[in-house]
């Protein structure tokens, strides 16, 4: 038997156990072809453990994560519990307590995807968001007076350190040396407003991508105006590096210009530590059960776990089969409900693909 590989699998709430299911269907079939052992070590985490126990994520299983090669996350989030008590106790809690400060979202169009930009194909939509993950306003700092008053205060701060925009620069810097398509990494920030946190990004960007990556151009966009042009020409981007809340919300708006969330994949990576993969849209609560939830999103996260753990040919397998059903014309859309294929069979037509 070749390598072996521990993974935690944290189904979740909603869908995320059906997805992950599909998810980890077409990964035992890349493992078994390319001689490696993939061994899921389940957790139930999340809505239903935390109505029943009050627990969210117990300090113990981070250390048991620490442990890990991986982690293969479905989804948080429950209709029944208060919003901020899942994704901060148990989404936001491993990703400060393993230090995942880079969170990866390719924007990639497959081919055979049906894309909502008029005149947009494959060949216009394929770059990649390198979001600060563990910074910024998602910190927590900042606080309440006066509450319940007419002059109630609320804050919640923009914090950064340069130690924590160093090391996420730097990671964007050589990803877009590895990918070598464009060679250009795109600051996004709010310079023009933020001119604190703004100046300090730009100045880090600029002296990183100097003294280490001459090779690599260097480019600036406002957070606004990159919204805009993801719906007028994304095919200007390569490689983008922007703080927390403002790589939060551009790649919702990503993944709905490569087809929705039904493909949206991401990593929430510590490049020294464990990582963990999920498919970016929510529990999807009101398809629960149904085998009509779309798992390629989750199929895809696979794929990057993959080449995080360093089966880069596993996970090319897993992503041009992901491709081959896409062109296969039998994925009617991408969106739940309607994809002509149940969770199942999109499961099973992927795993048939893997070669
Ligand atoms: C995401 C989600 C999370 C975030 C929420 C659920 C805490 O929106 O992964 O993009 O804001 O990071
Ligand atoms: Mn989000």
């Given at each position: 038997m070749g390598r072996t590989y521990e993974i935690a699998l944290l189904p979740g709430d909603g869908t995320g156990p059906e997805v992950i299911g599909e998810g980890v269907k077409v990964l035992k079939v890349a493992a078994e072809k390319y001689g490696l052992k993939l061994n899921f070590n389940h957790y139930d985490f999340g809505g239903e453990r935390y109505k029943k126990?009050?627990?969210?994520?117990?300090?113990s299983a981070i250390e048991e994560f620490k442990k890990q090669d991986a982690i293969y996350l479905g989804a948080i989030g429950h209709p029944d519990v208060k919003p901020g008590i899942l994704e901060l106790g148990i989404l936001l809690k491993l990703r400060f307590a393993l230090d995942q400060y880079i969170n990866l979202r390719p924007v990639k169009l497959y081919e055979g995807v049906g894309c909502p930009?008029?005149?947009?194909?494959p060949e216009h939509i394929d770059f990649i968001v390198v979001r600060e993950n563990?910074?910024?306003?998602?910190?927590?700092?900042g606080g309440v007076a006066k509450?319940?008053?007419?002059?109630e205060i609320a804050s919640q701060l923009m914090v950064y350190s340069r130690f924590e925009v160093e090391r996420c620069v730097r990671y964007a810097y050589q990803l877009t040396r590895k990918r070598n398509k464009k060679n250009m990494l795109t600051l996004v920030h709010k310079t023009n407003v933020l001119t604190n946190c703004g100046d300090l990004w730009v100045r880090v960007h600029k002296e990183i991508g100097d003294k280490e990556f001459p090779d690599i151009m260097q480019d600036y966009a406002h957070v606004d105006a990159t919204t805009m042009w993801f719906i007028k020409?994304?095919?200007?981007?390569d490689v983008i590096v922007t703080e927390n809340m403002f790589g939060d919300i551009i790649t919702d708006l990503g993944a709905m210009i490569q087809g929705?969330?039904?493909?949206a994949a991401g990593g929430n990576i510590n490049p020294e530590g464990v990582s963990m993969f999920e498919?970016?849209?929510?529990?999807?609560p009101k398809y629960t059960?149904?085998?009509?939830?779309?798992?390629l999103a989750a199929i895809c996260a696979g794929a990057m776990m993959l080449e995080n753990i360093g089966e880069e040919k596993a996970a090319r397998a897993v992503e041009n089969a992901v491709q081959d059903a896409l062109k296969s014309?039998?994925?009617?859309?991408?969106s739940a409900g309607k994809m002509g294929l149940g969770t199942k069979e999109v499961g099973d037509l992927v795993a048939s693909l893997v070669k």
């Open positions: 126990t009050g627990e969210t994520l117990p300090d930009l008029k005149d947009k194909g563990t910074g910024g306003i998602y910190t927590g700092q509450k319940g008053t007419p002059n020409n994304p095919e200007y981007f929705g969330m039904g493909i498919p970016i849209g929510g529990s999807a059960g149904k085998n009509v939830i779309n798992p014309g039998k994925i009617k859309s991408l």
